[in-house]
């Protein structure tokens, strides 16, 4: 029985890397509540990332493997994973902050007669119990919450936690999980992916970001360039996607993606609580405003108060010389 179970999720490559964080997280918090590491694969194919999560820090690896598991739906994923939970048995089960985890984590939590904590930032143990760290009021403030009913459902913010170096002399239990053929009561008639180029928003370890102070579409592509000079991503703000100056795929904030890069550049963004909600975990925010008493300065660890045109190639000069 392990005391921490993950859902992890995998891609292409593997395990990704919110379930590398995750299992690292795990482990460092399972010496406190007495016992290993679980982690569960539910998908198609996933017997490859299995053999992996051993070395990433999983003692036990349950696997539910079947064709109707290839796309997530609720319907067919929830009850294996209350099946997974309710056979291991943990005092608590982490998931990523993903698509996936914002729909099931809730829902699993209501099944197995618990609660859950949603979008941490950091986790704890304290009297046998996780105290898990998140913001709150649109990234304004922190909060400390805790479950106290088991398991303890919790999702956490990807690049939050640090994940285990990888260690092949590890070994785990690799389990078996029967699946039921699902009733769904929605059925996907196809899929459509956002054409994206480079490295993805989520992955970046540095964003560079843009809002309506840009005045319009074509000054992205000073912002794309900014980027290539720093093996970046672009991200914008919802007013700037509404605005169809950028693509829907690429807007942070509170109704757009969440990041937590090393570096958040954000440029000509005025701050407002919705947008800081996706950005607010960034480990390093730098704002570029010609409005000295824009929001964003207040969570700015540097902030430029000029036009960014002014800005934007001195500094791009700057990063390039830097990097040379």
């Known amino acids: ?29 399972s010496g406190g509540l007495g016992g290993g590491v679980a982690l569960a694969l539910i998908g198609s194919g ?3 990332a299995a053999a992996a999560a051993a070395a990433a820090g999983a003692d036990t690896v349950y696997t539910a ?45 209501t099944r197995l007669g618990s609660a859950a904590i949603m979008d941490s930032l950091a986790l704890e143990i304290e009297g046998g119990r996780v105290k898990a760290t998140r913001s709150c009021y ?42 039921a053929e699902p009733t769904l009561r929605a059925q996907t008639t196809g899929k459509e992916l956002a054409e994206s180029d480079g490295i993805r928003l989520e992955d970046a370890e540095i964003v560079v970001s843009g809002g309506r102070g840009l005045g319009g579409p074509e000054a992205f592509g000073d912002l794309e360039q900014l980027a290539g000079v720093l093996s970046a ?39 407002a609580s919705q947008h800081m909600a996706g950005c607010g975990g960034s480990k390093n925010i730098v704002a570029i405003n010609k409005d000295p008493d824009a929001p964003i300065f207040g969570f700015s660890r ?16 700057a990063f390039a010389a830097a990097l040379e």
């Open 138 to 179: 649109g990234g304004n403030a922190r909060q400390v919450v805790t479950v106290q009913t088991d398991p303890q459902v919790i999702t956490v913010r990807p690049k939050s936690q640090d994940p285990l170096e990888a260690d092949a002399a590890r070994t785990a239990e690799i389990i078996a999980v029967d699946v």
């Open 1 to 29: 029985m392990a005391s921490i179970l993950v859902i992890g999720e995998t891609d292409d490559a593997g395990l990704t890397a919110p379930t590398l964080e995750m299992l690292g997280a795990a482990t460092r918090l």
């Open 46 to 48: 996933v017997g490859d």
């Open 302 to 317: 540097f902030g430029i108060v000029d036009d960014y045109k002014k800005v934007l190639p001195a500094l791009e000069s």
């Open 233 to 271: 991503a672009v991200g914008s703000s919802r007013a700037a996607c509404d605005l169809g100056w950028y693509p829907p795929s690429q807007q942070v904030g509170l109704t757009g993606l969440v990041v937590s890069p090393t570096l958040y550049l954000a440029i000509a963004i005025s701050g």
């Open 65 to 109: 493997d079947a064709d109707s598991l290839d796309t997530y739906q609720t319907d067919s994923y929830l009850p294996v994973a209350q099946g997974i939970v309710e056979q291991d048995s943990p005092s608590v089960v982490l998931l990523a902050q993903s698509s996936i985890g914002r729909d099931l984590a809730p829902r699993l939590a």
